[in-house]
């Protein structure tokens, strides 16, 4: 099994990355539909922390409550393993809890160490309604279908070649996209007008950490591309190309279906 230790370090840099963190003193409480972590599952322990010494991050009070999860409804791919795992629950009003109860808890990320604490946003208890939420599944369609509508072309193809971008690329920040152009061979347009049988799209080839998860085209790729124009260069000038620039813009061609049917739809407009 792997370490707790190194799964909950990784977690809070998973929820760090998404924006997963509570809001501050003084802002607005989170809401049910802002949480990144749902699951149902089983009151263990009240007053209570699974951080074991000498690890005293997250010491027992009277607001910690030990948790079993028993199913993750949502979360990030990289958590799922909390699952049949138990963490400590800073809960919002631990009157409401026994042990033994089961329910469905909306969290966010909290801290971590030898164990991880998650912030409780709301609980219901086993037959009480649970508002509706949307799955992660239905979270990234609908980033994909807001992408869709933003971009200018979309069609699938194979890329052929790959070269720098013919000008002069002064050092200026070793965060610097280093701007590449890609040949695509196309064969269908989805979205916009397009005649000819190839395209040439801009792509940031670095993989700093700035630009790691812009899409990365190579030769004998072949996706779904999301294209735009009017890209700005790495001295904020207007590139009038075609790019590829967001990590949306490069889609696995298995799900040309899904994007054909959220292009169809209208949920893109």
Same mark, same amino acid.
């Given at each position: ?128 309604p649970v508002p509706k ?86 030769p004998g790729d072949h ?6 124009? =009017? ?19 490069? =889609? ?18």
């Amino acid at each position: 099994m792997r370490s707790m230790n190194t799964l909950a370090r990784y977690l809070a840099f998973t929820l760090t990355l998404s924006g997963a963190w509570v809001a501050s003193p003084g802002q607005q409480p989170l809401r049910p539909a802002q949480a990144t972590i749902i699951f149902t599952g089983t009151v263990m322990q009240l007053h209570a922390t699974t951080f074991a010494p000498p690890d005293t991050m997250i010491p027992a009070s009277d607001r910690t409550i030990v948790v079993r999860v028993d199913k993750v409804l949502k979360s990030t791919p990289e958590v799922a393993w909390l699952q049949g795992n138990t963490i400590t629950l800073e809960a919002k009003d631990p009157s409401t809890f026994r042990v033994g109860m089961r329910g469905t808890f909306f969290t966010t990320g909290g801290r971590w160490g030898d164990g991880v604490e998650l912030l409780e946003i709301a609980h219901y208890e086993d037959g009480t309604p649970v508002p509706k939420f949307r799955t992660r599944q239905e979270d990234a369609d609908a980033a994909l279908a807001k992408r869709l509508a933003q971009v200018d072309l979309v069609i699938s193809g194979t890329v052929s070649s790959t070269a720098p971008l013919p000008y002069i690329q002064h050092v200026i920040s070793e965060h610097m996209p280093d701007w590449c152009l890609a040949t695509i061979e196309v064969e269908t347009v989805e979205k916009g007008n397009l005649t000819r049988k190839t395209v040439t799209v801009m792509f940031a080839a670095s993989t700093d950490v700035a630009q790691y998860n812009r899409p990365k085209l190579k030769p004998g790729d072949h996706a779904i591309w999301l294209l735009h124009t =009017q890209v700005p260069d790495m001295w904020g000038n207007t590139v009038p190309r075609l790019a590829a620039t967001d990590p949306l813009d490069s =889609q696995p061609i298995t799900e040309l279906a899904k994007v054909r049917a959220l292009l169809k739809s209208g949920s893109t407009k």
